[in-house]
């Protein structure tokens, strides 16, 4: 059984920093790629950051150079570094696993319940 699970939110001031984790269980965490998705309330969720297997990176263009996302296969887990957070910042943060087939489909994929941030101004 998969297991996603988020710690490390809380409520910053702007300007703060938090650094977010998502412990896997059940996957086979070393082969898989991992992202960090965000919704703040009454919008979609939205795209945060990417790490793949080999550890390449992606981030949305609203993150980029104060968020860095990072993976330790020893502990199976992803963390999300997020620095000189903004008000805009705030949502809840859910870490998310894709499963694909060989040929790149998405097959299904796996959420954890969400952590909280709230950046105060």
């Known amino acids: 059984q998969v297991q996603l699970v988020e710690s490390g939110g809380g409520l910053v001031q702007a300007g703060g920093s938090l650094r977010l984790s998502c412990a896997a269980s059940?996957?086979?965490?070393?082969?898989?790629?991992m992202n960090w998705y965000r919704q703040a309330p009454g919008k979609q969720r939205e795209f945060v950051a990417a790490?793949?297997?080999?550890?390449?990176?992606n981030y949305a263009d609203s993150v980029k150079g104060r968020f860095t996302i990072s993976k330790d296969n020893a502990k199976n887990t992803v963390y999300l570094q997020m620095n000189s957070l903004k008000s805009e910042d705030t949502a809840v943060y859910y870490c998310?696993?894709?499963?694909?087939?060989?040929?790149?489909?998405?097959?299904?994929?796996?959420w954890g319940q969400g952590t909280q941030v709230t950046v105060s101004s």
């Open positions: 790490i793949t297997s080999g550890g390449n990176t």
């Open positions: 998310n696993v894709p499963i694909r087939s060989l040929l790149g489909t998405l097959m299904r994929e796996y």
């Open positions: 059940g996957i086979a965490f070393t082969s898989k790629g």
